[in-house]
């Protein structure tokens, strides 16, 4: 559930973020910078684990999840309303820009 943020607009919520194993650590830092709730799933020992096993952790602490992974995006495995929320990151393969940057406006 979104919380308002400490020290933000009144506008801006909380939001309990994973991040999967493909994802950066120094999102973790960026996002919780502006005052999210950040877990991983590399710090909760999940790192290989099957893609069953990452949602159910997701649900569980009720938090969405942000990846690299496209799988994540198949709304028949993964129907809107049965988890938190899903972001699927894709980035143009060619793109110079620093993968931590779009966390930054995240």
Not at 40 to 49: C, F, K, R, S
Not at 55 to 82: H, K, N, W
Not at 83 to 93: F, K, N, P, S, W
């Amino acid at each position: 559930m979104a919380r308002q943020a400490r020290g933000s607009r009144p506008s801006c919520r909380l939001v309990k973020v994973k991040l999967d194993e493909n994802v950066t650590t120094a999102a973790k830092a960026l996002i919780a910078e502006h005052g999210h709730e950040v877990d991983t799933i590399v710090d909760e020992g999940l790192t290989g684990a099957a893609d069953s096993v990452v949602i159910e952790a997701c649900r569980a602490d009720e938090r969405m999840l942000v990846t690299f992974d496209v799988g994540f995006g198949d709304i028949r495995a993964y129907q809107p309303g049965s988890h938190d929320g899903i972001v699927v990151l894709r980035l143009a393969d060619n793109d110079p820009t620093p993968r931590s940057t779009y966390f930054a406006a995240f």
